[in-house]
């Protein structure tokens, strides 16, 4: 499985950027997916994740209100929408894949997999 994110950039506090997360090599129908950033000499952390259907999703207090997250699973694709940046929003965006399918939704980055290269977001004050 390879996961690409994109749409990253550097954008002014107050300013919106849609990030997205292409799959190949597995079909991410059946699985969970979430984002997680990691910003300098800081852990990983999350950040949004939403479930195999679509139906649900969980928001890192920190971006409730201001992300949003979708799926498209005919393209087999992630967004994540971020309105009102702030510079603490500053990070590399890492999209991650369920490990397993049909698996309850979770915030931990131990259930999540196959994270990729990340896309690098900086919001400037």
């Known amino acids: 499985v390879q996961l690409q994110a994109s749409g990253g950039g550097l954008v002014q506090a107050g300013g919106s950027l849609r990030l997205s997360c292409a799959a190949s090599g597995r079909t991410l129908s059946f699985y969970n997916m979430g984002w997680f950033r990691q910003a300098p000499g800081k852990e990983r952390e999350f950040v949004a994740a939403i479930s195999w259907t679509g139906g649900s999703t969980l928001y890192a207090d920190s971006v409730k209100g201001r992300f949003t997250i979708s799926r498209d699973n005919a393209k087999n694709t992630m967004y994540l929408q971020m309105n009102s940046l702030k510079p603490e929003d500053t990070a590399v965006y890492y999209c991650?894949?369920?490990?397993?399918?049909?698996?309850?939704?979770?915030?931990?980055?131990?259930?999540?997999?196959?994270w990729g290269q990340g896309t690098l977001v900086t919001v400037s004050s």
């Open positions: 991650g894949c369920g490990r397993r399918r049909w698996d309850v939704l979770t915030r931990n980055d131990q259930d999540y997999a196959y």
